[in-house]
């Protein structure tokens, strides 16, 4: 059975979706962008200022949950064309080895620079 999970202290949004969905073992978070939860705001102008704030967002989702980024083990990246590199560099320094499995598409999201969206399993953490 599936169980939605919204959470206060996660960025809020007037759209219909939740912070994410948990079935069985797995909790698959909705896609977050790099807003600051208290403001709403977007978070600086750079894709790692953006990208960081997007992975801390999803980290206050699955800790609703009991887990953390070591558990995600599929993302799914919709990235500013020119801005992978960037991207990459704070992607690298959020989660540890080994990566989880990832797609990332080249896109233009207006204001947002980066959306994030994951998949945790909650009986393992990646390299264990």
């Known amino acids: 059975m599936s169980k939605a999970i919204q959470v206060d202290q996660a960025p809020q949004f007037p759209l219909p979706f939740s912070h994410a969905i948990r079935s069985g073992d797995f909790v698959y978070v909705s896609g977050q962008v790099g807003v600051d939860p208290s403001t709403g ?6 894709i790692e200022e953006q990208t960081k704030q997007c992975l801390r967002n999803i980290a206050i989702i699955l800790k609703a949950e009991g887990l953390t980024l070591d558990h995600v083990v599929k993302v799914n990246a919709y990235v500013r064309a020119d801005s992978f ?5 704070a992607y690298r320094e959020s989660f540890n080895e080994p990566f989880p499995a990832r797609t990332s598409v080249p896109c233009d999201l207006g204001a947002y620079l980066v959306e994030i969206d994951v998949v945790a399993y909650s009986k393992s953490v990646r390299g264990n």
Do not use: I, L, M, R
């Not at 705001?41 to 750079?46: K, L, P």
């Not at 590199?85 to 560099?89: F, R, S, T, V």
């Open 41 to 46: 705001q977007v978070v600086g102008e750079s």
């Open 85 to 89: 590199p960037g991207y990459n560099a």
